[in-house]
């Protein structure tokens, strides 16, 4: 079945630090991707997503690239702020018709220190 | 647009008892989500719902939880009775029909004691 792996947290990094967070996935076909971002407190919220190959998601200084060979999604921003602190769920979504749900990783938990 | 609304959003209540959390989605959105989120399991699918009716609910824990959408702009998920391992903050999400993300409610926060 589907599956999304992400880097486990958390990671402490320093304002104006660039940031990577790994994301691999596991699905047949061509799943849409996406990265969701979880503020204390609040629900989950779209970050960015990418829906093809070779497409690049982008918001906030945030990106990520759908990488169908190395079936990577990973999370990059050069230069964070504590603003970012929060926590980053790498997800998918299946290219099936019936492939409503979508697929969360255990998510990263990012700390910025000033 | 207001979002996808959840209530209440923290809920306290004796092992045992009934529990109602409610959800609003977003007008126009067919589909809805129930997520249950806490430290040891993450994020785990509970059941959703397409045009109202229940897809898929091979999440939901045991016979102690039921949902229900009534409508396009309502639904509910239930526990009865309610045990302390059922603390966690509950998550309601709803999506359009295509290729994009869900809109999350802020969740709310339940503890039973």
């Known amino acids: 079945g589907n599956s999304v792996t992400q880097m486990e947290g958390p990671v402490t990094l320093s304002e104006e630090a660039f940031l990577t967070i790994n994301c691999t996935y596991t699905?047949?076909?061509?799943?849409?991707l996406f990265w969701y971002v979880q503020y204390p407190g609040e629900g989950l919220q779209l970050l960015l997503k990418?829906?093809?190959?070779?497409d690049k998601g982008s918001n906030k200084g945030f990106e990520a690239t759908y990488r169908k060979e190395t079936t990577s999604f990973h999370l990059e921003k050069g230069s964070v702020q504590v603003s970012d602190s929060a926590v980053y769920f790498c997800?998918?979504?299946?290219?099936?018709?019936?492939?409503?749900?979508?697929?969360f990783g255990k998510g990263t938990r990012l700390h910025i220190l000033p | 647009d207001a979002g996808v609304i959840q209530s209440p959003r923290h809920e306290v209540t004796e092992m045992g008892q009934e529990v109602t959390l409610r959800c609003k989605p977003i007008?126009?959105?067919?589909?809805l989500f129930w997520y249950r989120q806490t430290m040891m399991r993450g994020l785990e699918l509970l059941i959703y719902?397409?045009?109202?009716?229940?897809?898929?609910d091979s999440g939901m824990p045991e016979d102690r939880f039921s949902a229900k959408m009534p409508n396009a702009s309502f639904s509910t998920l239930k526990i009865q009775p309610s045990e302390p391992r059922d603390s966690a903050v509950y998550f309601c999400?709803?999506?359009?029909?295509?290729?994009?993300?869900?809109?999350f409610g802020s969740g709310t926060r339940l503890t039973v004691v």
């Open positions: 999400a709803s999506r359009r029909q295509g290729v994009g993300g869900y809109t």
């Open positions: 719902f397409n045009n109202n009716v229940p897809i898929d």
């Open positions: 699905a047949t076909g061509y799943p849409s």
């Open positions: 990418a829906t093809k190959a070779d």
């Open positions: 007008s126009g959105h067919d589909y």
């Open positions: 997800a998918l979504r299946g290219w099936r018709n019936r492939d409503d749900k979508i697929i």
